[in-house]
């Protein structure tokens, strides 16, 4: 079976712009969460969802938000970037209450 | 007082040793642990989880979890080179659905 998968891999952006990512989790796994990690540290928990509805929510600011789709797919959303965006973010799929996969991460660079 | 909290490392151990990796947590209503390996650049994978008081077993690996001391740890039998990673211990705070990692500990085999 395919595991989590991300997408992009990589990605540059501008102080100021947005982003997009995208999340297809492991067929059969209804919940979705997204971590944000940066160099040293890790995991920080952003958003979990389940059945599109959003069940948790990390200590990050409002320029961050998310969603999932009926086929339990999901993005996450930054606006207005800043640098201390910059790092690896992380999508993670599970039944629900059980253990968490991640995917290969997106990784995130902001000039 | 950090919620979780690893021994950055770095822990040497040489090839064929045991490795031992600790965790401590802060949230008494804690359930689930889990272990995850990220070798450098690379997302996070999930070794090992545990949830009841006691050792479990699997491979080379132990996990062992003591709830009144609100310690995890990890042991690594007979370690090897590529056992040299990055190892993450996480909780499951089950307000708010998420996990929260430990800094994670880097380990080193040496050959």
């Known amino acids: 079976d395919a595991g989590v998968t991300q997408s992009p891999t990589h990605l540059i952006k501008t102080r100021g712009q947005h982003v997009t990512l995208r999340c297809s989790p492991i067929?059969?796994?209804?919940?979705v969460s997204w971590y944000q990690q940066v160099l040293g540290q890790g995991p920080q928990f952003i958003f979990q969802y389940y059945e599109k509805e959003e069940r948790g929510r990390g200590n990050f600011p409002d320029r961050f938000s998310a969603r999932q789709f009926p086929n339990y797919s999901s993005e996450l959303n930054v606006n207005a970037l800043l640098l201390g965006d910059s790092a690896l973010y992380l999508c993670?799929?599970?039944?629900?209450?059980?253990?968490?996969?991640f995917g290969p991460g997106t990784r995130l660079t902001v000039t | 007082q950090k919620e979780v909290e690893q021994n950055s490392g770095p822990l040497s151990v040489p090839e064929g040793a045991i490795a031992s990796l600790n965790c401590t947590y802060s949230d008494r209503g804690s359930q689930s642990f889990f272990w995850y390996r990220q070798y450098s650049g690379k997302s996070p994978e999930l070794i090992m989880s545990i949830y009841s008081n006691g050792d479990k077993e699997d491979g080379r690996f132990t996990a062992q979890l003591n709830k009144a001391s609100q310690y995890v740890s990890l042991l690594i039998r007979d370690s090897q080179p590529s056992d040299s990673a990055t190892y993450l211990c996480a909780v499951k705070i089950e307000y708010g659905n998420k996990l929260v990692f430990g800094a994670g500990t880097i380990l080193r085999v040496k050959s």
């Open positions: 067929s059969g796994h209804k919940s």
């Open positions: 993670a799929s599970s039944l629900e209450g059980y253990e968490q996969y």
